[in-house]
C-alpha cells in the first residue's frame, strides 16, 4: 500500500521560511509527477507546485519566486521550500503523487501557520 507522509509543517511569523518534506513507501517505481497542494479554511484545494520525473516543474501564480519544489526520483521524496511566507499562505499543505498508470496518492496534510 502507498502512503505518502508530510513533515516540516508550523508555525512562521510573516517573511520566514519553512520546507516541507513528503516521504513514500509501499512502492519502489517512481512517480510520474509528484506535487503540493494546499487548502485553505473554507476554500478549495488549489495546486502550489508539481514537479515531473523528467524535472519540468510549475508553480501557481501566487508562490512563483518564493517557492521552490524539488524531487528525488530514486528515493520518491518531494520537498517544498517556502521563503518570504504570507499570512495568505496559511493553510493545510498536502503532498500529492501521480503513478505512471495514473492511480493518484494523498498524503494527510501538514499545517502550515503564517502570522506574527
Known amino acids: 500500500q502507498v502512503q505518502l507522509v508530510e513533515s516540516g509543517g508550523g508555525l512562521v511569523q510573516p517573511g520566514g521560511s519553512l520546507r516541507l518534506s513528503c516521504a513514500t513507501s509501499g512502492t519502489k517505481n517512481s512517480f510520474a509527477t509528484m506535487a503540493w497542494y494546499r487548502q485553505a479554511l473554507g476554500k478549495k484545494r488549489e495546486l502550489v507546485a508539481e514537479i515531473t520525473s523528467g524535472g519540468f516543474v510549475n508553480y501557481a501564480d501566487s508562490v512563483q519566486g518564493r517557492f521552490a519544489i524539488s524531487g528525488d526520483n530514486a528515493a520518491n521524496t518531494v520537498s517544498l521550500q517556502m521563503n518570504s511566507l504570507k499570512p495568505e499562505d496559511t493553510a493545510v499543505y498536502y503532498c500529492?503523487?501521480?503513478?505512471?498508470?495514473?492511480?493518484?496518492?494523498w498524503g494527510q496534510g501538514t499545517q502550515v501557520t503564517v502570522s506574527s
Open positions: 500529492n503523487a501521480v503513478a505512471r498508470h495514473g492511480t493518484l496518492y
